[in-house]
């Protein structure tokens, strides 16, 4: 597609639930990362990948966060057992290469944990 | 440590007068530098980007930044302020030998008639 796209736009979840949020990078991008954006500040690295593999998994808060990219194109970020600080919006980006190369974001989810 | 840190969390001009948003970095190897700007409910937009070459750099909607090496910044400015660039700015970086954007906590510009 021309740009990144993210679903859903918004999800609303009970704590304890488990969630899944997904993202669609620009066509042929190999890089794709996962950022988290509480209110009121900056967007937080979570993970990133390049092609299949995660290269940087170093911004995972903790076991509850997973996510993939089985085919080196759609990427999937799986949250279990939600809390209520999991609230936040889930960025995606991707990236022709890594490095310099620039980021393009998606417009992100918005995760309500109630 | 390595950090970036963006001075004022608020700015308020009026249509038209310059404006002036501060990113400074700490790092011993100056990293990438990038500008996004966020309007309200939508994801981040690249405004502009330092990689290497000449320093000052231009970008969309009339920003430039400046890499200062000597005083590790990448100042935003624009001559004259529209209404319409009322939004959150945010000055990001990736250090040497990283591939992540760290991001500074933002910048709210204003813009008064």
């Known amino acids: 597609g021309a740009g990144v796209s993210q679903t859903p736009s918004n999800k609303v979840t009970e704590k304890g639930k488990y969630v899944e949020l997904r993202c669609d990078p620009i066509?042929?991008?190999?890089?794709l990362y996962w950022y988290r954006q509480s209110l009121g500040q900056g967007p937080e690295f979570l993970i990133y990948?390049?092609?299949?593999?995660?290269?940087?998994d170093s911004g995972l808060p903790n076991d509850r966060f997973f996510a993939v990219r089985p085919e080196g194109s759609v990427s999937t970020l799986k949250i279990q057992r939600t809390e209520r600080g999991d609230s936040a919006v889930y960025l995606c980006?991707?990236?022709?290469?890594?490095?310099?190369?620039?980021?393009?974001f998606g417009s992100g989810t918005r995760l309500t944990v109630v | 440590a390595q950090s970036v840190t963006q001075l004022g969390s608020h700015v308020s001009v009026s249509e038209g007068a310059l404006v002036l948003l501060r990113c400074n970095y700490s790092?011993?190897?100056?990293?990438?530098l990038f500008w996004y700007v966020q309007y309200p409910n939508q994801g981040l937009q690249l405004l502009l980007k330092?990689?290497?070459?000449?320093?000052l750099v231009k970008g969309i909607n009339g920003f430039e930044a400046e890499f200062k090496k000597s005083e590790t910044s990448f100042h935003l400015t624009k001559p004259s302020a529209h209404m319409s660039d009322a939004a959150e700015y945010f000055c990001?970086?990736?250090?040497?030998?990283?591939?992540?954007?760290?991001f500074g906590t933002g910048t709210r510009l204003q813009v008064f008639p």
């Open positions: 790092s011993s190897v100056p990293p990438y």
């Open positions: 980006a991707s990236s022709s290469s890594s490095g310099a190369a620039s980021h393009t």
């Open positions: 066509s042929g991008h190999t890089a």
């Open positions: 330092y990689t290497t070459g000449a320093t």
């Open positions: 990001a970086v990736i250090f040497y030998n990283t591939d992540k954007l760290i």
């Open positions: 990948f390049q092609g299949t593999g995660a290269a940087d």
